[in-house]
């Protein structure tokens, strides 16, 4: 359980205690969950050293979930890439058993008539050793023979395809309620099926939840209800929660979790749950 990042100014005295610096972020993020997207590496490329201290700075069972740069995934087709993105597998290797997957991003542009590049490109990437995941946004992905094309590809080669679901800030009946307010926050999220297609060993989810905690409580038991189902079959499942308001994401993960442990007694609590009462920031007012 996670979000999509974890410097985030606007988490001081809140998710973070008032006196937090910059440097301390990743620690006392990890103090709180077990996991990161690590949405930093797709607009920058850490060094060596950068990313030691990440792993000093995390516990032994936290994990990354690092996003491909980019400028290997949005720039044109793939292939031509192979070298820069090779270049980072093997870079982001240093993190050790930090490291969970890399995925793929790739944008609205890329489209399934680029499926021999795509092909060509993920098979040359997991020879590198490194679990990946695969997010398309082209809505010629979701259905047709292409859907099933990529189900297979990625079977095939045991790259998850990360499971993006945007229902809570496009459901209809959420944008009658505060048209203004849920016209803002969808529009920066992509509008596309929810796909539960699973692939690999590992199952990547990112739910964009809405800001306001009652609105997301139906998508809430839908994903424990299938997290449930997943357990069952001994997948491991790293779930991320992001916020139009990213001030909302870490309060809105932390409430699916607890929603999730009233229905599965077994999940061990978040780290957040363990600090004590003087580690805690004061709780977020919503609005």
């Known amino acids: 359980m996670g979000c999509a990042v974890w410097a985030y100014k606007g988490w001081v005295g809140d998710f973070y205690p008032k006196s937090a610096k910059s440097g301390k972020y990743l620690e ?4 709180r969950f077990q996991a990161v ?15 030691l201290r990440w792993q000093q700075q995390t516990p032994s069972d936290f994990r990354f979930c690092l996003k491909l740069p980019r400028e290997f995934s949005h720039a044109g087709l793939l292939s031509p890439h192979l070298p820069g993105a090779t270049n980072f597998l093997e870079l ?19 489209s399934p008539r680029n499926l021999a590049d795509l092909q060509n490109f993920l098979g040359e990437l997991v020879k590198v050793g490194i679990p990946l995941g695969l997010e398309v946004r082209h809505p010629g992905w979701f259905s047709g023979p292409f859907d099933l ?24 009946s959420f944008l009658e309620q505060n048209h203004n307010l849920s016209q803002n926050l969808a529009c ?12 690999a060993d590992a199952i990547l989810v990112r739910v964009v939840s809405h800001p306001d905690p009652s609105l997301n409580q139906y998508f809430w038991r839908f994903w424990a209800s299938q997290i449930q189902a997943w357990l069952s079959l001994g997948k491991t499942i790293y779930f991320f929660v992001h916020c139009p308001q990213e001030e909302r994401s870490p309060h809105n993960a932390r409430h699916f979790y607890s929603f999730l442990q009233a229905e599965i007694s ?3 609590p978040l780290p957040w ?7 805690s920031p004061e709780q977020l007012q919503l609005f």
Request: include cysteine; proline fraction near 10%.
């Open 266 to 268: 077994t999940l061990p």
């Open 37 to 51: 997207e690590g949405n930093t590496t797709f607009y920058l490329i850490p060094d060596r050293s950068m990313l």
């Open 28 to 31: 006392l993020y990890s103090q």
């Open 149 to 172: 094309e990529l189900e297979n590809l990625l079977r095939s080669l045991n790259v998850a395809r990360v499971i993006l679901d945007s229902r809570p800030v496009y459901h209809p």
């Open 92 to 110: 982001v290797k240093c993190l050790g058993d930090r490291l969970a997957n890399v995925f793929v991003q790739l944008p609205p542009t890329y």
């Open 273 to 279: 749950d363990n600090l004590s009462q003087d580690s």
């Open 188 to 199: 920066r999220k992509p509008d596309l099926p929810l796909s539960l297609s699973v692939t």
